[in-house]
């Protein structure tokens, strides 16, 4: 059984339900900014579990299949299949600010002559989310889980976060933010599972889930988070841009942001303790990068020519001796987008790790200079993404990051060459198979990376 799909059980009869409905859904699941199979035609939609939230609203888990990633050179595509989670509300006529959450009108079965849509744009519907939300339950396989210490209060008004996200999210009345993953994968979700560590840590530089909800059926999955809301925060990213756009300084925020990844990354090693680490680990850690930069070379040919100089990375990783940095629980997927700062403190959000690898193995253990070397590859992407071009903020940001982490954690990275540079290659071909997928207009951005890696070689 693959491990990135929830598996549909056997017997279930949703075919009068989901017939008229998966013809909707092929068309509109490829258009949603949430949907890893982009560009790519749903060939199949089946129904995993359904449950009625309340008349009017249903809470759904759908399977889809669609072509695998465009393999260059290759026609055919083997299928690859996705769970995904989607609330629809279903009204007679949808009332003018909920046009653009249509989905469209069903055209036979129980639903006939009715139209559908994306519910978490209905303050109703999200609004009764919440409800469920603050105290324990369930509602059919749905289980609703609060953290007895925290008070979610009633009738905290709704808005949906309008963000390039991976996910839905949406904000309570300013005090609480809920992440509703889209694409569903068996097993505890990263997000979920590291801030609760954390917080049992007393680590605050990562906001506490203060409730969240999952299913059992088909298979366990976590479904949400409902986290406190950071007011009046700014990421990272966008803070970048200002500094690049108004030539300020920024190595004194980028000195704090790697004095608090050190923070962070010294509380999951307390928090997740990991055995010895087994003496062949860089070999096989080298295997890997050369694997998935195989991978991405089939779907984007413009890697191609830089294939040999980026290997040159993975090889001498693989040289070094076991004497690294013990592996441990990481973010995962540590990028300018996932920090936050409200006044002069920084705050690390979104644990789910890199969103397209399976859940078994964003939770395992992996050096810290992985997150290092994500944030570091995020001040080069800022630095390129605006003219004229600044390598020189980045080289500034990467230093001040570093020396951050050093004085928190007590090691700097930049003591560790081979490995750092073995993680920014990783990390780039990863940004370009991203990009691809996602965002082609960035290509660039990330090839420009490759380029000047590969030719450090
Ligand atoms: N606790 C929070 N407080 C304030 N804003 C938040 C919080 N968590 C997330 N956000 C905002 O929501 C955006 C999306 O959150 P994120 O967890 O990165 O979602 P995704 O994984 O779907 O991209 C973030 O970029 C940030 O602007
Ligand atoms: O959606 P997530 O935040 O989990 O992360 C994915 O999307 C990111 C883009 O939104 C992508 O990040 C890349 O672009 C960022 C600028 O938009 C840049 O700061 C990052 O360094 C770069 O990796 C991320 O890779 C992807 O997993």
Redesign the pocket.
Known sequence: MPDTALQRPSGLDTAPLLTPLAELLRAWLPRQRWFAGKGRPVTDVTLLSTTELYPGCLHLLVRTEHLGPPSHGSADSPAAEDCYQLLLGVREVLPPRLAPAAIGRVKTGPLAGLTVYDAFHDPKATGLLLERLRRSGTAGPLLFEADPAVTVPSGLAPRLLDA???NTSLIYGDAFILKVFRRVQPGINPDLEVPRALARQGCDRVPAPAAWFRTTQPQEATLGVLQPYLRGATDG?ALALESLRSRQDFTGEAFELGRATAEVHLALATAFPVDAPSPDRNRRLAEAMHERLDAAARSVPELRPHAPGLRSAFDALAALDAAVRPAQRIHG?L????VLRAGRRWSVI?F?G??ARPISERRRVQSPVRDVA?ML??FD??ARSRQPWRPEWAERCREAFCAGYADAAAWDPREEPELLRAYETD?AV??VL?EAR?RPD?LPVPMAAVGRLADRS
């Open positions: 390039e996200q991976s990213w997927d990028h300018l987008g996932q979104d789910e890199e969103p994500g590859r995020s992407y800022a990390r990863y940004e991203y996602h960035w």
